[in-house]
């Protein structure tokens, strides 16, 4: 059973920019030209060629915290790019950073491996606002020895970009701009208009980025719903379930308004919450 009707989606694509995860990750995926574009634009780097582009990669750990990456790359000389999109600044955390860059270094650190040929990893953010605080566009992050201000050289790169800083007149911020596009004739580069184009006007696009949004909703909603099980679980008794099956449905809403893309009027509905409950939970999570 569908969970959003086919007009609903196809306003919802109409609609929709590259600043929302969920169209950022299906935009890019397996498209090593646009990544490349961005990487270059973002890095300052013209050599830089991406020859694999992964979206929605998982990085799984038995005895720790998994992540699931927006956007995970590979160049041509190894080295390894992690772009996540974040509409606020809530999910683009110093800490948060500092684990993704630390989970990639595990997986790319094969068994028995020297530690000399783990590759240059970068962790870049891009998010509306300025989530640093300098009032600053663009900050690139590398560690630095105390005193002597020279570069440590561990490989370790952490990049940070707010769109709306981003002065239009350059390179950066005629990117920011499209990532802000609903619009593909808006758009100043001409391989991110193509693509944007595909999935907006064209009726394969559409039916691909269709049946992708309904995937992504169905996993929000299977994700959320199991969780919210095993906390009931946990507590093992009647009044356990029952709080479980309200942390359920707040759950849900809060996975789905946290995507960005669903109607508020539609989380409601689906959920069984209010829309002033379904207000609230915005509110406490995009303040």
Same mark, same amino acid.
């Given at each position: 059973m569908e969970l959003i009707s086919k007009k609903e989606k196809m306003d919802i694509i109409r609609d929709i920019t590259l600043e929302d995860d969920f169209f950022f990750s299906k935009f890019l995926d397996g498209s090593n030209e646009c990544v490349s574009l961005m990487l270059r634009i973002i890095l300052g780097r013209n050599d830089l060629k991406v020859t694999k582009a992964e979206t929605q990669k998982w990085m799984q750990s038995?005895?720790?915290?998994?992540?699931?990456?927006? *956007?995970?790359?590979?160049?041509?000389?190894g080295n390894l790019y992690d772009i996540e999109i974040q509409k606020d600044n809530n999910g683009a955390s110093a800490r948060r950073a500092r684990y993704y860059s630390a989970m990639i270094d595990a997986a790319a650190l094969g068994k028995g491996a020297e530690y000399s040929s783990l590759p240059e990893t970068y962790v870049i953010f891009l998010t509306r606002e300025d989530a640093i605080g300098h009032g600053k566009a663009l !900050?690139?992050?590398?560690? !630095?020895?105390? +005193? *002597?201000?020279?570069?440590? +050289?561990d490989g370790t790169h952490i990049v940070y970009v707010s769109s709306m800083l981003a002065d239009e007149k350059t390179e950066l911020g005629r990117l920011m701009h499209d990532l802000r596009c609903a619009n593909p004739a808006e758009m100043h580069y001409n391989v991110l208009r193509e693509r944007l184009a595909y999935f907006k006007e064209i009726t394969e696009g559409i039916e691909e980025m269709s049946n992708a949004f309904e995937d992504a909703m169905q996993r929000i909603v299977k994700e959320a719903t199991q969780k919210a099980r095993e906390e009931s679980l946990k507590e093992g008794k009647a009044d356990g379930l029952e709080k479980g099956r309200t942390e359920g449905r707040q759950e849900v809403a809060r996975s789905m308004v946290a995507d960005g893309s669903i109607p508020l009027s539609k989380i409601a509905k689906f959920s069984g919450l209010t829309l002033g409950e379904v207000e609230s939970i915005k509110k406490s999570i995009q303040p």
């Open positions: 038995v005895l720790s915290h998994s992540v699931r990456l927006d *956007v995970y790359a590979t160049d041509r000389d !900050y690139r992050i590398d560690r !630095y020895l105390d +005193g *002597v201000w020279k570069p440590f +050289g």
